[in-house]
């Protein structure tokens, strides 16, 4: 797994939102595929995951706006279709086709991934995402009103060293279900060091919520004609329960896979298993 001294700086790409949107090379040297993080995470924090995707492919991962290495957008944009258009910027500079683009997503990353072929039809070649958000047209939350929201608000930012924050996440919440090593990924690569030594998260709370407050757009109605061999990933009915279940329906060329022993965090509870499914489900040349 790769250290944080070892990485190697991101390409910087305008985003029309103002900013900039980077893009990682995590490795790899097969035909090329594109993986899109959650709200919260960066192109780094998944480790174990993207390190067997690699295995297969050569990955590239951008952060999307305000998250990891990318900056806030200066226009204040947070809402989905901006996103995917700022990953439609990161397919033109890796030049890929329309109708090539091989692709894995988790959570918003898979939504705007879809959404980046709504924008661009025939864009996606083949895909696999991992409960991609998305809403039957008026059953999203209205502005404001979604309730992951206020809980990113009160996020604890900071925390003395990774090795307390590791041992915080290890104990609580959604992440005490997560692969030791993928756990330690997400500590290790979602925090920045302060001058006092001191950690930071990469993507803000004030961030995650107003990405949070973006997601209303992403409705499935906007994706009816994305004609690509889609595989859905979905663990098991938690929270909100239908995570994964609208996309599915709305594609007509999808198909679902449910891992029943896992929840929204898939890829960093099973990451081999979640992994080895998104190899399986993306275009190969062989």
């Known amino acids: 797994m790769s250290e944080l001294s ?9 985003s029309i939102g103002g900013g900039e949107i980077a893009l990682h090379h995590l490795g790899g040297t097969g035909p090329s595929a594109m993986f899109v993080h959650a709200t ?24 999307l706006r305000a998250h990891g290495w990318s900056t806030a957008p200066t226009n204040g944009d947070y809402e989905w ?14 030049e890929i086709r329309t109708g090539e683009l091989d692709c894995v997503g988790h959570s918003v990353g898979a939504a705007t991934l879809l959404l980046a072929d709504s924008l661009r039809p025939g864009l996606i070649r083949s895909m696999y995402g991992y409960e991609p958000i998305m809403w039957r047209p008026g059953e999203c939350f209205a502005k404001g009103e979604n309730p992951l929201v206020a809980g990113a ?33 997400y500590v290790d690569f979602g925090f ?22 973006g997601e209303r757009v992403s ?27 609208p996309a599915f329906e709305a594609l007509p060329n999808a198909s679902l ?20 499914d998104a190899i399986a489900s993306l275009w190969s040349p062989s």
């Open 257 to 276: 896979k449910i891992h029943a022993d896992l929840g929204h965090f898939g890829p960093l509870e099973a990451p081999n298993r979640i992994a080895d």
């Open 40 to 63: 919260g995470f960066n192109a780094h924090t998944y480790g174990p995951f993207t390190e067997r995707l690699c295995k297969g492919y050569s990955v590239w991962a951008p952060d």
């Open 81 to 94: 279709t901006s996103l995917a258009e700022d990953l439609l910027t990161v397919v033109d500079y890796l």
């Open 153 to 185: 608000q009160k996020r604890r930012q900071i925390f003395d060293s990774r090795a307390q924050a590791l041992e915080r996440f290890a104990s609580k919440g959604p992440f005490r279900v997560c692969r030791a090593d993928a756990l330690k990924s």
């Open 192 to 213: 920045e060091m302060l001058p006092n030594k001191s950690i930071q998260l990469r993507c803000s709370g004030m961030h995650e919520a107003a990405v949070y407050d």
């Open 219 to 245: 409705t499935t109605d906007r994706i009816l004609n994305c004609l690509a061999p889609v595989v859905i990933g979905k663990g098991a009915d938690e929270g909100f329960g239908n995570l994964g279940t």
């Open 6 to 14: 070892e990485l190697v700086d991101p390409v910087m790409l305008p």
